[in-house]
């Protein structure tokens, strides 16, 4: 059993194993110190340095990728490592954009450069997929007892990419993320991000194939 507490956008914690995890620690109450950090990557919306400062303790491990290990003095990890966070094994997986592109040949998370997060606390497979498309790659992922996927399109999967996903994987249960309104820094600039998508129609969507629990930011659900 764990605690899981969406943050709002991408941002979790879970109360895991006797551990507090965040994930993408951007918004929402991050008062709670924690004792494993995962951050997917190093864009303004997923790691906020003065977040990450308030929960670190002098034991906290930090775990990223390997173009984000520097900035947030944390442990970069490639597609395919894996760590041993006190009995917590963390995988890393790949997190990209086939189709999505800021420009021509230049997309939003070119492959390597984003990272999404395989957590095994002993009772728990837990998927968080950061920022990406449906990839090759998600067919090696294995069976997940608890998915975290984006829906919000734009930057990444869209609604129905996520159904595809979660058709492809078939986890026992599902949390969707990466959408509604967040505030966030990206250098010195506060800028203000929306996805407006409906989580109701996702979850009516995989009705059959897995359980949904769609949560407002600050709730918390036990699985």
Do not use: S
């Given at each position: 059993m764990a605690d899981f507490t969406w943050l709002g956008w991408s941002s979790f914690k879970v109360k895991a194993s006797g551990k507090t995890i965040y994930f993408d620690p951007v918004t929402g109450d991050c008062s709670e110190p924690a004792d494993l950090v995962l951050i997917s990557h190093s864009h303004g919306d997923h790691t906020d340095l003065n977040i990450l400062s308030r929960i670190r303790k002098p034991e906290t491990v930090v775990i990223t990728?390997?173009?984000n290990h520097q900035a947030v003095k944390g442990i970069g990890l490639a597609p395919g490592e894996k760590h041993d966070a006190g009995g917590i094994i963390v995988t890393a997986v790949h997190a990209y954009n086939i189709v999505r592109m800021r420009s021509p040949g230049?997309?939003?998370?070119?492959?390597?450069?984003?990272?999404?997060w395989i957590v095994d606390t002993g009772e728990q497979r837990i998927y968080h997929l950061g920022d990406t498309e449906l990839i090759p790659e998600m067919n090696d992922i294995g069976p997940i007892d608890v998915m975290l996927i984006p829906i919000g399109g734009y930057f990444l999967m869209d609604l129905g990419e996520a159904v595809r996903t979660v058709?492809?994987?078939?986890?026992?249960?599902?949390?969707?993320?990466?959408?509604?309104?967040?505030?966030?820094?990206f250098g010195?600039?506060?800028?203000?991000?929306?996805?407006?998508?409906?989580?109701?129609?996702f979850a009516e969507k995989v009705k059959g194939i897995t359980n949904v629990t769609v949560l407002t930011p600050g709730e918390t659900f036990t699985i």
């Open positions: 990728t390997v173009e230049n997309p939003f998370h070119p492959k390597g450069f984003g990272a999404g058709q492809l994987i078939k986890p026992k249960h599902v949390i969707p993320m990466h959408y509604g309104e967040v505030d966030v820094f010195k600039e506060l800028t203000h991000l929306e996805l407006k998508v409906e989580p109701y129609e």
